[in-house]
């Protein structure tokens, strides 16, 4: 009983020591793609909010005082810490 727990315990060693090895050889492809994954990731955000700040720009443009109301109501709500 002693050498079958033994054994597993070795087995369960190299199993660690090896996935560690593994590991440390896939980190920088690890790291390649998270960074890629990120960037993309910020750029369609960045792309996202920019298309929905030009879109409700152009819908409120031109109707007068109530647009100019509307764009100030917009600016107060998205920068309140800069007031």
Not at 10 to 21: A, C, M, N, P, R
Request: some cysteine; proline content about 2%.
């Amino acid at each position: 009983m002693k050498q079958g727990f033994k054994k597993s315990v070795e087995g369960l060693t190299s199993d660690v020591k090896e996935s560690g090895i593994w590991l440390v050889i896939h980190l920088p492809y690890i790291i390649f793609w998270v960074v890629v994954l990120l960037a993309a990731g910020l750029m369609i955000g960045f792309i996202v909010r920019h298309c929905r700040t030009r879109k409700s720009s152009k819908e409120t443009k031109g109707t007068g005082k109530a647009s100019a109301k509307m764009n100030q109501s917009l600016q107060d709500k998205r920068e309140p810490s800069q007031k």
